[in-house]
């Protein structure tokens, strides 16, 4: 058996072509959303591709040389309308000169990519998770038989005109009845309850009947991403801070081995203005505090790593404009182009981010960083790039022995407004290595 992979550019030349044993692994998902309780139809469809190359094989990069036909230039592409940033991913799987497999996505664009050089056997190891465009998820097809897809585009079709004559169910609304004097029966935070609904709206109430006997510092983390829950007005991402809170409960009654990482983004000013009276806007007003809420964006990842396990949830905060120092508007946006994927057993975790102000649609804050622990040795290692604005916080924390902060970043007086997001300013590439507790 074999698999064969090739990607091809819009533009034409040379396409990137790996077979003849390059390709080690293969899989492909497709993943509901997490505040739908039945399969949707805007799934994620995401193919992972594992390879070794061979050092000999690989170009020598020089100055002047194209280099565009590899992997690891595409991942590095930077999204413009004309650069080729979605590119068609053709997977096939032969077996005795037979297809079996055969995948294509028409809008490909790297979701991750990792590779790492092993000297002992002289390859260059690699992954590779792609998805399909969003608005081209119809286009995606499987196969050579074009009926698959068009059976798809029809029962589609059908879906949509007997959904149109269906009921709006209305979602679970919590009724706190306790200041009328009367006992509240749902006196529980639905947050801490393993089958609390997803679609629950209303305040979250102390008190932990179910969860009692768990560890301290897995209720405190449990309370702490509550207040995340209740201020998010996104289904999925309540969706996906009660899939940690699951994940830390688990941890709590079996006693694994875990880890928890704390990246969040800030901005240290009370008031950012760009234009008087027109571009302006409240801040986090606050400097490095591992506790605070008050952020522009909080990724949070849950590693066990008896099960190898990563379950991690996005968030962003609210942004408030302001006119004239007088409050005008608030918007949040939903956490689409932000994400943690986990390597090995969740000893690699890669972090991205590309998140903007809602209101002030200026630049976006953005990262690529890639975190290797060492438990041995009892080391994190981090490696990637990061605007200059605005500041940056990372924290470690190994098997409740406290958090470590890994990253500590406050922009410099240069860059110490949002002009720091532009692109034209340029990434940061940042590296080091810290010793945890």
Do not use: C
């Not at 650069?83 to 995948?103: C, F, P």
């Not at 007088?326 to 991205?352: C, H, K, Q």
């Amino acid at each position: 058996m074999s698999i064969l992979l090739k990607v091809e550019r819009e533009s034409g030349g040379q396409p990137i072509e790996l077979g003849n044993g390059q390709i080690t692994g293969y899989s492909y998902t497709n993943t509901s959303p997490a505040d739908f309780l039945a399969k949707a139809y805007n799934v994620v469809h995401s193919i992972q591709i594992r390879g070794e190359i061979p050092l000999r094989l690989l170009p020598p990069v020089e100055q002047d040389a194209d280099n565009s036909n590899t992997l690891y230039a595409w991942a590095l592409t930077e999204y413009r309308p004309d650069n080729d940033y979605y590119r068609t991913v053709t997977v096939r799987i032969v077996r005795h000169e037979k297809t079996i497999r055969e995948v294509k996505f028409t809008h490909a664009y790297v979701h991750v990519y990792q590779e790492q050089v092993n000297g002992l056997k002289g390859v260059l190891e690699f992954e590779l998770v792609v998805r399909q465009k969003k608005d081209q998820l119809d286009n995606i097809q499987f196969g050579s038989v074009e009926s698959i897809k068009q059976d798809l585009t029809k029962s589609k079709e059908k879906r949509a005109v007997t959904l149109s004559g269906i009921s709006k169910i209305e979602p679970f609304i919590y009724k706190d009845t306790s200041k009328e004097g009367t006992m509240n029966v749902l006196n529980l935070n639905p947050l801490m309850k393993e089958t609390s609904p997803l679609n629950y709206s209303g305040a979250i109430r102390d008190g932990n009947e179910e969860d009692e006997n768990l560890p301290e510092n897995i209720q405190n983390e449990i309370r702490f991403i509550s207040e995340y829950w209740e201020t998010t007005p996104y289904p999925n991402v309540k969706g996906e801070i009660h899939a940690v809170a699951n994940a830390l409960r688990k941890i709590g009654r079996s006693g694994n081995e875990y880890a928890i990482m704390r990246f969040n983004t800030f901005i240290p000013m009370k008031k950012i203005v760009a234009v008087q009276g027109f571009v302006e806007g409240t801040g986090d007003g606050r400097g490095f505090d591992i506790n605070s809420h008050s952020n522009r964006t909080v990724q949070y990842a849950v590693v066990d790593y008896a099960t190898g396990d990563v379950t991690s949830f996005n968030y962003t905060g609210t942004s408030h404009q302001t006119w004239f120092d007088e409050p005008w508007r608030s918007a949040t946006i939903p956490n689409d182009n932000m994400s943690v994927s986990p390597g090995v057993n969740g000893e690699n975790l890669y972090f991205s981010l590309s998140s903007g102000n809602p209101l002030i649609p200026v630049a976006n804050i953005d990262y690529k960083i890639m975190f290797k622990t060492d438990r041995s040795a009892g080391t994190i290692s981090y490696d990637g790039v990061r605007n200059e604005f605005p500041a940056y916080e990372v924290y470690y924390n190994y098997n409740s022995k406290g958090y470590t902060p890994v990253i500590q970043y406050m922009p410099s007086d240069n860059y110490f407004s949002p002009g720091g997001l532009f692109d034209f300013v340029g990434n940061q590439a940042i590296r080091g290595t810290v010793k945890f507790k």
